[in-house]
């Protein structure tokens, strides 16, 4: 299975990076609808296209905005996309105001009540975060792999969200500061690098992959990949465009 990294940034892109955008193209399957979103369209391979929503925050949803563009020519006729079902009553209130983008996008919004089952086999579980306003992980399970996506959270190893990413052969996790800037990441509901590392020793996970990093740092490197690799070498860190086998 393959993962692509069409946005790996949060709040705002930069040269570097879009915002939060993560596609399995063999089985059509989004995480987040940040501005990376334009780039579904190049690997669209099948009729299906179900993008799951962490929360309604624009920088994870505003490439919902781009379906029209993401959708022509394709296989696809309508996108579905999973969300909490107060999330998604925003997004459609709000993102979707007539003053602001008059005309329905080509989706359903379908509430999230429990697992969603992937074409292929897999399924698909959410579990709560901590950070303003509400936002939850996913984690992906099929007989022979699993992922998990963990964005807009404060780690910490003793986290309930813990339990439910133990084990998995690859974590994305969210890590928008260095250590430096703890006490900002704790305000704004968002990680730094030691805890986040922490996180994926004290879930024995596989690998980890950090993103969601600070676009205000146009580096390849803006949290501290070696504070991370300290506590848990396998890891790397989120860049747009890049393809992870696992």
């Known amino acids: 299975m393959k993962l692509l990294m069409l946005g790996s940034t949060g709040y705002h892109p930069n040269d570097l990076r879009h915002t939060a955008c993560f596609m399995l193209p063999e089985i059509g399957v989004v995480l987040d609808a940040g501005t990376g979103m334009y780039r579904v369209r190049e690997h669209l391979v099948g009729p299906d296209l179900n993008i799951f929503i962490s929360h309604a925050h624009v920088d994870h949803v505003v490439g919902l905005t781009f379906l029209f563009d993401v959708l022509n020519g394709t296989l696809v006729e309508r996108a579905k996309v999973y969300g909490e079902p107060d999330k998604l009553a925003a ?93 900002v990441a704790t305000t704004t509901g968002h990680s730094h690098v030691t805890p986040v590392a922490e996180v994926a020793r004290a879930a024995g996970v596989g690998r980890m992959v950090l993103v969601h990093v600070n676009p205000m740092i146009n580096a390849l490197d803006p949290v501290g990949l070696q504070t991370a690799r300290a506590i848990f070498p396998r890891t790397e860190i989120g860049v747009d465009r890049l393809a992870i086998d696992f």
Not at 120 to 146: A, K, M
Not at 159 to 181: Q, S, T
């Open 91 to 183: 997004i459609r209130q709000h993102l979707f105001s007539e003053l602001l983008f008059p005309v329905d996008p080509p989706c359903d919004f379908l509430p999230l009540v429990g697992p969603v089952d992937l074409p292929d086999g897999g399924r698909v579980t959410s579990f709560p975060l901590e950070h303003p306003g509400g936002s939850i992980g996913f984690r992906l399970d099929w007989p022979n792999r699993s992922l998990a996506y963990v964005t807009d959270t404060i780690a910490r190893a003793d986290a309930p969200y813990v339990e439910h990413i133990r084990g998995v052969d690859l974590l994305l996790h969210e890590c928008y500061f260095a250590d430096d800037l703890a006490a």
